[in-house]
């Protein structure tokens, strides 16, 4: 029986009952799933944690190697089975199917190249690739030697490169020369050496060669990935490492302009990883009891549309796909390219079977004609994933009935950079699922809601609102904020006495389900009350002509802030004195008059960050008419909408 399988729970029951047991007897739950995995050696101590300081260490003493438990396990039963599927950004070049064994060979071929070129146990690398399996080999090759990597997303600047590169004095860069996203190429060498130029501690960069353009290469410092590896020996035995030395680092943003260096640490990664991946996937075990995929009795083959670059490629493209011996699909390209129905034709081109995006990505193809949906045969689609930000109902639905068919359960699940892994979400197929609710948390976590003066909500079956927080810790939170241990315990440890903070707001029903209400650190305080952007904007969306909405607060002589709200509108929609009326009667009516905008701008686009994110800085700033300093609006998704704002504003 295959690891994946011993750890999945096969109905409603069985997860209360492994929840129940998380919960009174959180040690002998995790023994039991950890020892699935190979160890050298054994771990001595299942959990020592302290909150105040805080310290939370899992699996202390045990002894493994990551890759060991992703490639090695597998090569007796699934080493000629598929691992990566990699579908090229234009569509006329060839995919690339890579087995397990292939994958095998190819990390343990470039993590001698990172042994050659002087890499050792604990050094960090920098790894700043396009969606090409390179970068899954490169970071798989860091964990084989214990090599920590710090992957920095290929969208960001070089400026962004070089601070984190600094941040935890990388000794490699490894990159490519350059990628092509949609129908632009984006020269990635040339961002790399412009951030280069500032950065003292980068002594190799090791450069793949993903297009034929010439490349500028600096003599001694900068190598082609092909040479080195025609230099390098085929077989690495993979470094034993502890339990709690570092895998990766992950930065994301805070609330000031430095990004926070998220450290995780291998054991309690892999275990909780893993574990969620089988549990909330169900890849391989749950089929629709309706009319879908019974031809096909292939294995599944599971996409996450997310970029490497972010916790979710990390954890839910290669750790936990790889570690559960599941088929994993990188995709180099954008939805839009070569036209709005290219997710719709990979998935019926391959076969997919589980399908991981997130909400923008749904908004803006739901924007789309159907056509583009239906011309494809989705028909091996068998569960549905959404993750990244609270999902709208209109998206929720638009999801379900056109994609999934109304047969496809839609795993909504709420998780952060910092938690590792996915904390609340419905079980595919096992436990229910709601529209908008990420629903009940996953074993081992145990969240609760914070009132205002900082107390604990308990649950009494009725419906509550708060700020999330988690009481007990979970193999996968992160460790600490890499060089810099307070920040870690004054964002996350703080608010709350021995407990980690979310920075999110939650609702609860009256059956435990919880549904994200956005972050509490996006409030806006109107004349005094305390409003959330992210229900304003849920209502907004409701309105069958808006597509997507995003609300900030601008400076108002009377009531302090007042609220902006910036609508795109669905094709063919007027957007007039009429529909901004509607638009803030709806509000109205949903939330109340105190929730109703002040202004309605109707905008072609919101400006968005390469993961998705609304940009609401800028916003912010437009709307209160401080233009002078936008701050770099390059990296967005889309900066040619920030113009376009800037011109109408109101
Ligand atoms: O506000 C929550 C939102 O995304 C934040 C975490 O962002 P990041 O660290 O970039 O990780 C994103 C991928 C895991 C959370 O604090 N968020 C994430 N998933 C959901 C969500 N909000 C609502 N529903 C979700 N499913």
Redo the contacts with the bound molecule.
Sequence with gaps: MEVRETLQLRSFAEYKEAYQKSVENPEEFWDAIAEKFYWHKKWDKTLEWDFTKPEVKWFQGGKLNITENCLDRHLDKLGNKTAIIWEPNNPDEESRHITYRQLFVKVSRFANVLKNNGIKKGDRVCIYMPMIPELAIAMLACARIGAIHSIVFAGFSSSAIASRINDSSCKMLITANEVYRGSKPVKLKEMCDEALKNTPTVQTVIVYRRTVEPTPMTPGRDKFWFEELQKAEKECPAEVMDAEDVLFILY?SGSTGKPKGMVHTIGGYMVYTTYTFANVFQCDHFAPTGVKNQSKPKSDVYWCTADIG???GHSYIVYGPLAAGVTTVMFEGVPSYPDYGRFWEICDKLDVTHFYTAPTAIRALAKQSLDLVNKHDLNSLKVLG??????NDEAWHWYNDNIGKGNSPIV???????TGGIMISPLAGITPTRPTF?TLPLPGIQPVLMDEEGKEIPFKSQKSEGRLAIKYPWPSMARTIYGDHQRYKDVYFSAYDKMYF???GAYRDATGNYR?T??VDDVVIVSGHNLGTAPIENAINEHLSVAESAIVGFPHDIKGTALYAYVTLHENQIGDDELRAKIREQVSNTIGPIAKPDKVQFVEGLPKTR?G?IMRRILRKIASKDTSNLGDTSTLLNPDVVKDIMENAL
Excluded: L, Y
Aim: net charge negative; aromatic share 12%.
């Design positions: 994301t972010w916790i979710t959404s993750v990244g930000e609270p999902i909504d699940t709420w998780w952060q950079t910092e990420a979310t920075g999110d994200i956005g972050r993961s994110k």
